[in-house]
């Protein structure tokens, strides 16, 4: 899928960085799916459509984000089950170390854009039919740190796209 199709939007609501006591996060990041804005999008091309997911985001170390000079350089990995594919990959900006102190948790929101419909019988995608007036989306969502940890894999509930 074309990049233009997904946009992201990270907002670290809150950081625990420095508390008097210690957080008991691992070092492997840990995501936990906690809701989505809807669940249905029209089928598109571009930006016709969007979805938010909210999700909590735990790593022990902090060593989330990548910048300038490091190997890899995308967080998040974001597959398509419908296909198996990666469908897009977003870096989140590197987390300054002196920052994080005592583990980082923070909630985020990933936007994405909306797809377009695969339906049977070699139909392109994106285009419309009435004997196929709906598919059904899932996103598997993985974080990766900077040590390359990978997070669990997290499954998005089912997404209906309409495809007329």
Avoid: H
């Avoid at 990933?110 to 996103?139: A, V």
């Amino acid at each position: 899928m074309r990049k233009e199709l997904f946009a992201i939007s990270i907002i670290f609501l809150f950081l625990i960085a420095g508390c008097l006591q210690k957080n008991e996060f691992s070092n492997t990041p840990e995501l936990r799916f906690i809701g989505m804005s809807k669940d249905s999008l029209m089928q598109g091309f571009s930006k016709e459509d969007s979805i938010v997911f909210l999700m909590e985001l735990t790593d022990g170390d902090g060593d989330i984000g990548f910048g300038d000079g490091d190997t890899l350089s995308e967080s998040i990995l974001i597959t398509d089950l419908r296909t198996g594919n990666i469908s897009e990959q977003f870096n989140i900006p590197k987390i300054p170390e002196n920052v994080v102190v005592n583990g980082l948790q923070a909630e985020m929101q990933l936007k994405l854009f909306t797809t377009c419909c695969l339906l049977p019988e070699n139909i392109p995608p994106c285009d419309k039919s009435d004997k196929y007036p709906y598919d059904t989306l899932q996103y598997e969502i993985i974080i990766i740190d900077r040590a390359g940890n990978k997070s669990e894999p997290v499954l998005t509930p089912p997404i209906i796209l309409i495809c007329n």
